[in-house]
């Protein structure tokens, strides 16, 4: 009995002695910067980098979309608002693909479905709505749900947006805060807590904004034309009036 | 100390352990009924994780529901993917013509990335359980070695939590480039870390005396009450589905199978939570076993250059592909025990109903037996050394 | 450091000149003269302890530990509050240029890698914290219990000795009054566990309770030995017995006194962290089985109360351990020439001395706690019990049985073999004691381990190193 009481207290100091011995040398591992040592990363500070397969926020390269829909049926949280138009040469392409990340699970079944590898999972995994320009100066639209996409924000407005974001709320001004609530959720959530569902890059808003402009004056130059077609026409048919013979003259059609 | 012998005095107290504790691994809540630090009866109550998986698994295509099978058990993912994938096949080969041939390369792969995976789930097990007791260090150091698990599965499919990567007919993608060579230096270094855990942890006197003897369950009740796994394992029977029903490539791979043997010593006994906590630890070891032979025995590239890894979602156009009517029950070993998926199919896209089942659900459902008698601070240690998985038990 | 208590009375006298009562003076000199140098050196030392602690966990445990506060934040802070006059934005700025300034760069990195900074900024999150009262409690207690904690942290400060010349009070039942001073912790905790209307509380207060009555015990038999074996029960005296001349001053520490002296040391020590509820026996706190024992309820800065009471306990168990075994504040080596030094020089040093002994205990203690797991609490009481209270017993007797034998022997040397002192005779006297206990304590470690169940294949396998493949 005295050598099991004596057999307990050397049992427990020698494992007390083990154990203190193999959190020493963790110690000093960590200390000497051994292999084992500390694993921390000092994130803001020291960031990881993130393997080729990591599956990090969706990106899709619209160009290269041909709007089949497989990634919409292949996802099992019906993140894809997806619309196809036709345009003006006639050519089928992709309107609107919208992602809600709020959505979406990272689970890379999309991408495994798409055809034309247009839709891919980026490394990017932060979601900052304050400093939302990612590496690839690729930028978020905000908005919260799928049905109010309509409240695009595109270049200065982003901008605009990232200002007025990190005001503190004090700060807003008058102007500001109409700008906030013409964009914000009806339902009053702060737009700092909203996430964005898409991408543009720098270099599709610009070719965006070049292509509207090149839409626009081509519609005006269209407009004017028009008018002067018309104007000509009155101008004949005021003619033909006055002449009331010269049915055969055919009316010059400006083609569209 | 058994409920009979202790004779209750006086009133008592009940005690809501949970859904808040920080010991109860997520929100399961035990209502103790105590007298003093004594606990005389203990009912479990569950429902707080509920997420409805089985029932969104109605609504999803086949395939779809893969990532959902990542979130049942989230520390085992891979685990989970296999067991559900393996299901489908079933149901896909119950008829003739509508077979899935699954590359041999991913059928190694598939084993190999499963095995990682209860390594990763034991340490976090292992780890989370010298936490309960109140050692925080090796908890830190079994994560520590998961995360050298998660840095391989991320490389090789993306995500380090929840997988997606084994898929109906194969696996989701080949190894990235140097991963042999990874997975080889993380299985020594898993046993070397192993080694000075165990030094640290495991053989430690207070460890074994807070455990020693602490729940034991007799095999006969380990096997009425439904226990799979090392918890089943520890009590004494023999019974592992890798080695007794071997799945996929299990059977070309050589490991032995731990059983409980009262590992405390004098005062242990078979079955008891200690034997539960170091079967665990055993098992790591045979992993990293398998984990070896694995890579040795892997074709080097894969067999046909046209579908590397196989799997259904990887080719679009078979989306749309039924399995026939019919139904299955699909079980595999995983960390937490025998995991099964039994799936209906009505011949639809969807299938009729998908059934899971745990082995931390039938686990939780032995505490009501084992608790009683028990001093709070072992109840900590029980949950602990059942490795209960809360997402698993509500789904 | 007559001196000084000559100015302690003087001010008290003053007190009581200006019209207060005379027991009020002497309060309010105390308080000036003794508790706030206390506080001075204690509270900073103790709150240093947290961030050690903190840098030694992580170290253990694959991390870095605080490791990002610096003081561009208090810059910033002092800078607004002296430049009132200027634009916030323009004070930051400059607050940043200074930190970009050499030196201050310099100490800027220093504290944030060493995490000392961080303590300033706990403790200011500390005392902003809401000071929230949790319906239901029973005020009194729930208020009362962290000034009672800070209190049996402190009062037992009042007779450790520092130096020859620096110590509160030197009572000559010294050891009694750390004990019974000490003992207010218990109520402390019970207190705080039983005020807090919380089920848990109430669990740990309990358990605490239990735990440092019991504890007290091997505690006090312990210090009895060691009282007995010095002859007093003064600290000061205590360590005035511990004086050995000559350059190796160490050897008159009563850690190498005998065998029994080390086996008494393990036993205090484990004991009196114990008593101060510290993993592996903390019990009380208990964070993964009563979520955090006895202050789950408290907040803020009564948080803070109970954790600085912590922290300055295992200071204490730091001092008394060197005074009880380690010879007090004398150094280890030239003792003789220190004491010959001028009375401010000779306390700067002790000190000094005393202060790294304290750091080196609380530092153990730390690396004891992220090594060890938790007893369950019936498992403490029996250690108490069938181990530590019979391990101290055997020990008291033991000492006493090696004083015996020690008069023994001079006697008998005296008066029949020497006619004058000689310097061999106690080393005699002490190389047998050494022989004689220490052989019959191994003998029976080798016995006892003997008769032990080999350890089983499982574990064996676990716990040895794997094969290196050729």
């Not at chain 1, 999309?110 to 891919?120: G, M």
């Not at chain 2, 009924?33 to 009912?43: A, H, K, L, M």
């Not at chain 2, 984990?291 to 892997?298: G, S």
Request: net charge neutral.
């Amino acid at each position: 009995m005295l050598l099991a009481w004596v057999r307990d207290i050397v049992e427990g100091v020698e494992s007390f002695v083990v154990g203190m011995g193999s959190t020493a040398r963790f110690a000093y591992e960590n200390w000497s910067g051994k292999a084992t040592g500390a694993m921390t990363l000092e994130y803001p500070a020291q960031k990881q980098a993130m393997p080729a397969a990591f599956r990090g926020h969706l990106f899709n390269n619209v160009s290269n979309c041909i709007t089949c829909k497989l990634c919409a049926k292949a996802c099992p949280v019906d993140c894809f608002v997806i619309e196809g138009e036709r345009n003006e040469e006639n050519k089928f392409r992709t309107s609107r693909f919208d992602i809600d990340l709020t959505k979406c699970i990272y689970c890379g079944l999309c991408t495994r479905a798409c055809p034309t590898d247009c839709l891919t999972m980026q490394g990017g995994f932060e979601l900052d709505p304050v400093n939302t320009v990612n590496q690839r100066g690729q930028r978020f639209l905000f908005t919260q749900r799928p049905d109010q996409l309509d409240v695009r924000l595109e270049g200065a407005e982003v901008d605009r947006l990232l200002r007025v974001s990190s005001l503190k709320p004090g700060e807003v001004g008058a102007e500001d805060r109409a700008f906030l609530d013409r964009i914000e959720d009806p339902r009053g959530t702060a737009i700092i807590a909203k996430f964005g569902v898409g991408y543009y890059t720098a270099d599709e808003v610009k070719q965006v904004d070049a292509r509207r402009e090149e839409l626009k004056k081509a519609k005006e130059a269209q407009a004017a034309a028009a008018k002067a077609a018309a104007d000509k026409a009155k101008a004949e048919a005021a003619a033909k009036a006055a002449a009331d013979a010269l049915a055969s003259a055919p009316a010059q059609e400006p083609k569209p | 100390m058994t409920v009979e012998a202790y004779t209750v005095d006086g009133d008592l107290m009940t005690l809501n352990m949970g859904p808040h504790h920080p010991s109860t691994h997520g929100v399961l809540r035990l209502v103790l009924e105590v007298d003093g630090e004594v606990v005389v009866s203990c009912r479990p109550d569950l429902g707080y994780l509920h997420r409805s998986i089985e029932k969104i698994g109605e609504f999803l295509e086949y395939p779809q529901f893969v990532p959902y099978t990542d979130r049942v058990d989230y520390v085992c993912a891979m685990n989970s993917n296999h067991a559900y994938c393996l299901a489908v096949e079933q149901l896909l080969g119950s008829v003739a013509g509508s077979e899935v041939k699954i590359p041999e390369r991913a059928e190694w792969l598939r084993i190999l990335f499963a095995e990682l995976n209860r390594i990763s789930s034991h340490l976090v097990a292992v780890g989370a359980f010298a936490m309960d007791m109140g050692a925080f260090t090796p908890f830190l150091h079994g994560i520590g070695l998961r995360e050298l698990v998660n840095d391989i599965f991320e490389k090789t499919c993306g995500a380090r939590l929840t997988y997606n990567y084994i898929t109906i007919g194969g696996v989701a993608a080949d190894l990235h480039a140097g991963a042999e060579a990874e997975i080889l230096a993380f299985c020594d270094t898993c046993e070397r870390e192993m080694v000075r855990f165990n030094r640290l942890i495991t053989a430690n006197s207070i460890f074994k005396g807070r455990l020693a003897g602490v729940a034991a369950v007799s095999a006969a009740d380990a096997v009425s009450y439904g226990l799979v796994g090392p918890n089943l394992r520890a009590s004494g029977v023999d019974f592992d589905l890798r080695r007794d029903e071997p799945y996929g490539f299990y059977s070309r791979v050589q490991f032995e199978v731990p059983v409980g043997g009262a590992f405390a010593g004098a005062r242990g006994r078979v079955g008891d939570s200690y034997d539960r906590f170091v079967l665990r630890c055993i098992e790591i070891l045979e992993s990293v076993r398998i984990v070896r032979q694995c890579l040795e025995q892997m074709p080097k590239s894969a067999a046909k250059a046209d579908d590397p890894v196989g799997g259904w979602q990887v080719d679009a156009n078979k989306q749309l592909r039924k399995p026939p009517r019919g139904e299955v029950y699909c079980r595999v070993e995983n960390p937490r025990g025998e995991t099964g998926y039994h799936v209906v199919s009505d011949g639809s896209r969807k299938p009729y109903r998908i059934k899971i089942r745990t082995g931390s659900f039938t686990a939780m459902s032995i505490f009501e037996k084992l608790v009683p008698g028990l001093m709070i601070s072992d109840v900590v240690a029980v949950i602990g050394s059942f490795d209960i998985v809360v997402p698993e038990i509500d789904r | 450091m007559n001196g000084f208590h000559q100015s302690f009375l003087a001010t008290a006298a003053w007190f009581s000149s200006c019209g207060l009562p005379g027991w009020l003076g002497l309060v309010l000199a105390g308080v000036v003269f003794y508790a706030v140098p206390l506080f001075a050196v204690v509270l900073p030392i103790a709150g240093l302890g947290q961030i050690f602690e903190r840098k030694i966990a992580a170290a253990m445990q694959r991390r870095i530990g605080p490791s990002t506060t610096g003081i561009v934040g208090i810059l910033r802070l002092t800078v607004n509050l002296a430049l009132p006059w200027k634009a916030k934005a323009e004070c930051n700025r400059l607050a940043e240029r200074l930190v970009a300034f050499g030196p201050v760069a310099l100490l800027d990195r220093l504290l944030t890698r060493t995490g000392v900074a961080q303590l300033a900024a706990d403790g200011v999150k500390m005392i902003g914290k809401e000071d929230l009262v949790p319906s239901g409690v029973d005020g009194w207690l729930f208020r009362a219990a962290p000034y009672l904690a800070i209190a049996g942290a402190f009062l037992p400060f009042v007779v450790v000795p520092w130096s020859q010349h620096l110590v509160g009070a030197d009572l000559s039942i010294g050891l009694v009054w750390v004990a019974a001073a000490g003992g207010l912790t218990a109520v402390a905790i019970l207190l705080a566990g039983w005020g807090s209307n919380n089920k848990w509380t109430m669990l740990g207060g309990m358990r605490a309770v239990a735990q440092i009555v019991s504890y007290e015990i091997p505690v006090g038999l312990c210090m009895a030995a060691v009282a007995m074996w010095c002859g007093t029960l003064s600290l000061q005296q205590m360590v005035a017995a511990q004086y050995h001349p000559g350059v190796l001053s160490f050897l008159g520490w009563n850690l190498i006194q005998s065998p029994f002296m080390v086996i008494l040391a393990g036993t205090f020590y484990l004991a009196a962290i114990a008593e101060c509820q510290r993993t592996p026996f903390d019990t009380a706190e208990a964070e993964s089985e009563l979520v955090s024992g006895f202050n789950t309820e408290m907040s803020g800065l009564r948080w803070g109360m109970f954790a600085m009471a912590e922290y300055t306990e295992t200071f204490l168990i730091g001092a008394l351990f060197a005074v009880l075994f380690l010879g007090g504040y004398q150094s280890p080596v030239g003792e003789q020439w220190i004491l010959s030094l001028p009375p401010l020089a000779e306390t700067v040093i002790h000190v000094a001395i005393m202060t790294a002994k304290c750091l080196v205990a609380i530092w153990v203690m730390m690396w004891i706690r992220w090594t060890l797991p938790r007893f369950r609490i019936d498992q403490v009481m029996r250690l108490a019990w069938l181990k530590l209270v019979p391990l101290a017993l055997v020990c008291l007797f033991g000492l006493a049985l090696t004083m015996l034998l020690g008069a023994r022997i001079e006697q008998v040397a005296y008066g029949r073999l020497l006619s004058a002192p000689s310097a061999q005779l106690p080393l005699i006297a002490w190389a047998l004691s050494w022989l004689l206990a220490g052989g019959a304590i191994i003998a029976l470690v080798v016995a006892a381990k003997r008769s032990g169940p080999p350890m089983p294949a499982a574990l064996r396998r676990l716990t040895t190193a794997p094969a290196r493949k050729a």
